[in-house]
């Protein structure tokens, strides 16, 4: 496994309440790469194509404001996408938002069976692997939150949710959750700006798959561009998140 292959947060183990049964997850949570950089201009590092601007922070966050584990991707998705099925084709992406990802001997363009296998090996496999055993060890009761974040704007035109919430067809938790972020006064996305319904992707493999309440939840980057800011957004979700967990029980 490589080194850092990503981040652990342990829960407290004090917690013993409904909401330290939640396991956090951040998938885009590093701009990371190997030495050399696959040859990108470093620039590029600090944008949305190498990594959820915002989200790690987040992510942190509210695992310590609940005292629940988390974990989060410790790499790049341009060297991996810890939020794809080990054979989807845009595992390994070669071009991200215009940019080309260059790469350098063993770079994306050049990535061929054999390099993507040993990335899924050093990279993919030890995070989903982690996940599927905190999942175990917290049992029948535990819920996936996925944190995400998106650009203010896409291809020129401006996005006009503040937060999306992202689900398959298990909505006991991104239902209830839609409303009382719509109640707080949040212009919320109902599966945007992007779909929930990705098989293969990681609440598919950990939540649909294990029958587990999941959502991803999505939040607009430039409300948690900085440290400070994650922080602040931290402490009005928490709460409204505390509202939906609650929601969903009481329609158990």
């Not at 470093?42 to 989200?55: F, Q, R, S, V």
């Not at 084709?89 to 070669?94: G, I, N, Q, S």
């Not at 990279?123 to 819920?143: S, T, V």
């Given at each position: 496994?490589?080194?850092?292959?990503?981040?652990?947060?342990?829960?407290?183990?004090?917690?013993?309440?409904?909401?330290?049964?939640?396991?956090?997850?951040?998938?885009?949570?590093?701009?990371?790469?190997?030495?050399?950089?696959?040859?990108?201009?470093?620039?590029?590092?600090?944008?949305?194509?190498?990594?959820?601007?915002?989200?790690?922070?987040?992510?942190?966050?509210?695992?310590?404001?609940?005292?629940?584990?988390?974990?989060?991707?410790?790499?790049?998705?341009?060297?991996?996408?810890?939020?794809?099925?080990?054979?989807?084709?845009?595992?390994?992406?070669?071009?991200?938002?215009?940019?080309?990802?260059?790469?350098?001997?063993?770079?994306?363009?050049?990535?061929?069976?054999?390099?993507?296998?040993?990335?899924?090996?050093?990279?993919?496999?030890?995070?989903?692997?982690?996940?599927?055993?905190?999942?175990?060890?917290?049992?029948?009761?535990?819920?996936?939150?996925?944190?995400?974040?998106?650009?203010?704007a896409w291809k020129g035109r401006p996005r006009p949710w503040q937060v999306g919430?992202?689900?398959?067809?298990?909505?006991?938790?991104?239902a209830p959750l839609m409303a009382r972020l719509a109640e707080a006064g949040f212009?919320?996305?109902?599966?945007?700006?992007?779909?929930?319904?990705?098989?293969?992707?990681?609440?598919?493999?950990?939540?649909?798959?294990?029958?587990?309440?999941?959502?991803?939840?999505?939040?607009?980057?430039?409300?948690?561009?900085?440290?400070?800011?994650?922080?602040?957004?931290?402490?009005?979700?928490?709460?409204?998140?505390?509202?939906?967990?609650?929601?969903?029980?009481?329609?158990?």
């Amino acid at each position: 496994m490589a080194e850092n292959a990503f981040e652990t947060i342990p829960g407290r183990s004090d917690q013993k309440t409904v909401n330290s049964r939640l396991l956090f997850l951040c998938d885009h949570a590093s701009n990371r790469l190997p030495e050399g950089g696959l040859g990108l201009d470093p620039a590029l590092l600090a944008t949305h194509i190498a990594y959820d601007i915002g989200a790690g922070a987040l992510t942190r966050a509210l695992a310590k404001a609940y005292g629940a584990p988390a974990l989060l991707g410790g790499w790049s998705r341009l060297l991996i996408d810890l939020n794809r099925g080990a054979d989807d084709p845009t595992l390994v992406m070669k071009l991200s938002d215009g940019s080309i990802i260059p790469g350098n001997v063993s770079g994306n363009p050049d990535a061929d069976a054999a390099e993507v296998a040993r990335r899924i090996a050093a990279y993919h496999a030890p995070y989903h692997a982690a996940i599927d055993a905190e999942l175990n060890r917290m049992g029948k009761d535990a819920a996936v939150i996925s944190m995400h974040s998106f650009t203010p704007a896409w291809k020129g035109r401006p996005r006009p949710w503040q937060v999306g919430v992202l689900y398959d067809r298990d909505t006991r938790l991104s239902a209830p959750l839609m409303a009382r972020l719509a109640e707080a006064g949040f212009t919320v996305g109902d599966n945007e700006p992007y779909t929930g319904a990705l098989e293969g992707d990681t609440l598919y493999q950990h939540g649909t798959l294990r029958g587990l309440p999941h959502v991803l939840i999505e939040i607009r980057q430039d409300l948690i561009a900085s440290e400070a800011a994650a922080q602040e957004f931290a402490s009005r979700l928490k709460p409204i998140l505390d509202l939906a967990i609650s929601d969903m029980h009481r329609q158990e």
